[in-house]
């Protein structure tokens, strides 16, 4: 079971806007920033957003971040084909001195 | 370019130990704390071990603490993970990641008789 909380799946249409979710606690996301992460199936994860909001240089500005609390979200717009993957975040958690995980999220495009 | 690639996992026995190993690129290596993450076949990704831009600090996840060791050669640009005692369920594929700027393409370690 992942520290932090994401749905299992989520779905749209190639062009609409879709939110991905993840939950955590004041000892993870509450006190620390959000990374988030696309994994193609046999590939390692790439880094979409760092720092809550901020995108590495390459990924498309449909991708961006957010947080509020003890929450983060992952937003795509302009939804792609190329889109489905899974989709992790992560936090640095104080209580467990360690890297935290959510469970992923299955990304399909319809 | 972020270059971070992996190298010496394989099969080896239960009790078995092996040693990782990342070369660093295009990043200031020497002044970035450096993680492993590991991801079993079909399952998330979890946590493992890091370490301190001058490897002063280290840190480990309850599973794999007084068996694995996480070290650093700055001048070398190189990262390592030495993994004694293993277990099957150390079996997964072994990232080397730094947290703001990427993950190497991962290296497998299987642990079975």
């Known amino acids: 079971q992942s520290v932090l909380t994401q749905p299992p799946s989520a779905s749209g249409t190639p062009g609409q806007r879709v939110t991905i979710s993840c939950s955590g606690s004041?000892?993870?996301?509450?006190?620390?920033?959000v990374n988030w992460y696309q994994q193609v199936p046999g590939t390692a994860p790439k880094l979409l957003i760092h720092a809550n909001d901020q995108r590495p240089s390459g990924v498309p500005d449909r991708f961006s971040g957010s947080k509020s609390g003890t929450s983060a979200s992952l937003a795509i717009s302009g939804l792609q084909s190329e889109d489905e993957a899974d989709y992790f975040c992560a936090a640095w958690d104080g209580s467990l001195s360690g890297l935290v995980f959510g469970g992923g999220t299955k990304l399909t495009v319809l | 370019e972020v270059q971070l690639v992996e190298s010496g996992g394989g099969l080896v026995q239960p009790g078995g130990s092996l040693r990782l190993s990342c070369a660093a690129s295009?990043?200031?290596?020497?002044?970035?704390?450096m993680h492993w993450v590991r991801q079993a076949p079909g399952k998330g990704l979890v946590w493992v071990s890091r370490i301190s831009s001058d490897g002063g600090t280290t840190n480990y996840a309850d599973s794999v603490k007084g068996r694995f060791t996480i070290s650093r050669d700055n001048a070398k640009n190189t990262l390592f993970l030495q993994m004694n005692s293993l277990r099957a369920e150390d079996t997964a594929v072994y990232y080397c990641v730094q947290w703001e700027l990427g993950w190497g393409q991962g290296t497998l370690v299987t642990v079975s008789s």
């Open positions: 295009g990043f200031t290596f020497r002044s970035r704390w």
């Open positions: 004041n000892s993870n996301i509450g006190s620390s920033a």
